[in-house]
């Protein structure tokens, strides 16, 4: 028997949907323990935190993103209903 495209439909939305790539960088980004001074996870792990936010924007940022704006990266953690960015 055939599916229909309803059923393609249904089964696609029932799968996980994959990660976006801000999301995926991010959380690499937080992840790196070599930059752990600079941005890091807070020790619960529900948070992470950019400590120094010059250095963040001049050497972490433009290592994952085409930009090294700040508050575009804050804008788009915002978006993206990331865990909570302390500043």
Request: hydrophobic share 30%; glycine share 2%.
């Amino acid at each position: 028997m055939r599916k229909n495209a309803k059923d393609d439909n249904d089964s696609q939305s029932e799968e996980e949907k994959p990660v976006p790539p801000f999301l995926l960088k991010t959380y690499e980004m937080v992840n790196d323990n070599k930059t752990d001074d600079i941005i890091s996870w807070t020790p619960k792990g529900d948070a992470f935190v950019v400590k120094k936010q010059h250095q963040f924007s001049t050497e972490v940022l433009p290592n994952y993103f085409r930009t090294n704006c700040f508050s575009s990266f804050v804008r788009q953690v915002t978006s993206a209903n990331f865990p909570n960015l302390i500043v």
